[in-house]
């Protein structure tokens, strides 16, 4: 396992902690892989019984990491084949046999969100703030799966303005589980872990395999893969600003870039 990615076993409980606090556990491509062979590795292991995917630091996750890349992605394919790796850890959570829970504190934006939302249960602490901001810089999500959970509307206010939601309004949507005070985050994932532990391993797994398989047979799938193709597409799609933001970025760095787009979108009233 890389750094980026920690592993722990609490009895039959196993967690995987992405490890990249400085950077507020942005998702580059060394923590998507770490994840992904986490996930895979713990679902085998017959000793566990429930996975949970938290964070070190003040945030879950903010997101894709847009440094500079060495070789940056140039074609259609390139971009494709980058959403690919993202889905493929998230669906991983997705598809996992036994349940997933997600710990979440801070801010769950972009991949961040995407990968909360992935997750079986996604247990938020009230100071949580969850939000899909690609399309504020000419971007989309690779993994669209907001109108699933969400309804129409919810999903077209979030996914079309980029505007973030506290956890509250989160929860109401039907992205979150349920909401805990920040500090007892762990307790009460901790909880929850404990209690599917008890539940006969068979039943755990026909179970979530039957409700998969619902929304398998609605088109969630083929909606998601679409999503990935949009996604490349996009990304092709050259903008006023999104030149603008990557430029300010190459010369000023990503945090003053992102200052620049807060500031773009701030509410004027």
Request: proline share 4%; hydrophobic share 45%.
């Amino acid at each position: 396992m890389s750094s980026t990615v920690l592993q722990e076993r609490r009895g039959k409980i196993g967690i995987l902690t992405m490890n990249r606090p400085e950077k507020l556990n942005t998702l580059n491509d060394d923590l998507l892989i770490s994840l992904y062979n986490g996930i895979k590795e713990m679902e085998e292991d017959e000793k566990l019984r429930v996975i949970v995917v938290r964070a070190a630091g003040r945030s879950f996750c903010a997101g894709f990491d847009l440094s500079p890349r060495e070789k940056p992605f140039t074609t259609v394919m390139d971009w494709h084949e980058h959403a690919k790796l993202g889905n493929r850890t998230f669906m991983a959570l997705w598809e996992c046999k036994k349940p997933t829970i997600a710990a979440v504190q801070g801010y769950a934006l972009g991949g961040g969100c995407d990968l909360a939302m992935a997750c079986d249960f996604t247990i938020a602490a009230d100071n949580a703030v969850f939000g899909e901001p690609e399309i504020q810089f000419s971007s989309s999500t690779p993994l669209v799966q907001l109108p699933w959970m969400t309804g129409m509307k919810r999903a077209k206010q979030v996914l079309l303005t980029g505007d973030r939601i506290d956890a509250a309004i989160a929860e109401q949507a039907g992205m979150v589980t349920s909401l805990t005070p920040a500090e007892t985050l762990d307790e009460t994932v901790m909880s929850l872990a404990q209690r599917l532990v008890k539940i006969p391993v068979p039943a755990m797994q026909m179970n979530k395999a039957a409700i998969n398989q619902f929304y398998r047979l609605k088109g969630m799938c083929e909606a998601l893969d679409e999503g990935a193709r949009i996604f490349a597409a996009v990304h092709m799609t050259k903008t006023l600003e999104n030149e603008q933001f990557f430029a300010v970025a190459a010369k000023e760095g990503l945090a003053a870039a992102f200052k620049w787009r807060d500031a773009l979108f701030a509410d004027e009233g």
